[in-house]
């Protein structure tokens, strides 16, 4: 491992991991191009996964600033004997992603074996991108919402929290399952996109800690700090460029155009897996 492998893998996670075609096939692919075997850079993957993570609070700092005071605020009331309320833009936004992250953690520990098994299965992979694009297809050709936060209930929170639980199958890209989700269920560009990005955050956090235990047992290999450095950093940009793109694709409704990647992509993996 050296520092230009890291920087290209790093590149790759923040790439793909926001723009809606499924980070874990194309950061298999670019491991296997390199010739770097996984279990050698699994404390590299993870810290990968955190650098895109960043990139997540450093767009949307703002409105995860706004949430937290909001949080405490709501705390005091609590205790103060005001009760709960969510007339808050922020509040509610907070809330609903809390609701949101219920299902996704679920179907990650009920079904987790069942997911890992998929990527044995190239034929899964591959059919799972078609998928991918075809949401993708579907929601540019149906949305017409207008919804904004105010009209978004729990219900709509929850469904969403599903498709993000859905995109733990290789292929399936969480940005645009939840984007998908989103958008099927009626709302406004701005506030799918938000929703889609902020859930994120505690999907990509506990996902890092699960894989924090097993990337240490395993060992940092021939990791050096400058070397997590690059491939943290370039993760964090390629995150904020694939964010700001997906942001102005969905603003001019060219969201299809992933469509035609997934597609492509899928039916080559699909086919090459037949003929073998």
């Given amino acids: 491992m050296n520092i230009f492998k890291a920087i290209i893998l790093g590149l790759v996670q923040g790439l793909t991991e926001f723009l809606p075609v499924s980070s874990s096939g194309h950061l298999a692919v670019t491991q296997s191009i390199l010739n770097v075997p996984e279990e050698r ?27 937290i005071v909001e949080f405490f605020k709501l705390a005091v009331e609590l205790f103060t004997g005001k009760g709960l309320h969510f007339n808050n833009e922020y509040r509610r936004l907070g809330l609903y992603i809390i609701i949101a992250t219920i299902p996704t953690g679920l179907m990650g520990v009920l079904f987790k074996d069942i997911f890992e098994s998929f990527y044995t299965s190239q034929i899964i992979i591959g059919s799972a991108l078609i ?93 050096t700090f400058g070397i997590l450095l690059a491939g ?36 080559i993996i699909v086919i090459l897996s037949l003929i073998r």
């Fill in 41 to 67: 850079i699994l404390f590299l993957t993870v810290m990968l996964h955190f650098g895109t993570l960043i990139s997540v609070f450093f767009i949307y700092s703002k409105d995860i600033y706004n949430i």
């Fill in 131 to 223: 998928v991918t694009g075809s949401l993708l297809w579907l929601a540019e050709r149906v949305h017409t919402g207008k919804r904004s936060i105010h009209q978004m209930k729990w219900l709509d929170a929850i469904i969403v929290g599903i498709f993000q639980g859905l995109a733990i199958t290789p292929g399936i890209s969480r940005s645009g399952s939840t984007i998908v989700g989103s958008l099927l269920r009626g709302f406004n560009k701005e506030l799918a996109t938000k929703f889609s990005f902020l859930i994120s955050i505690p999907a990509i956090l506990g996902a890092t800690v699960f894989e924090v235990k097993d990337a240490l047992e395993v060992g940092l290999g021939d990791l």
């Fill in 232 to 267: 943290i950093l370039s993760a964090f940009l390629a995150g904020i460029f694939a964010i700001r793109t997906l942001i102005n694709l969905i603003k001019k409704e060219k969201l299809y155009y992933f469509s035609y990647y997934t597609w492509s992509i899928g039916g």
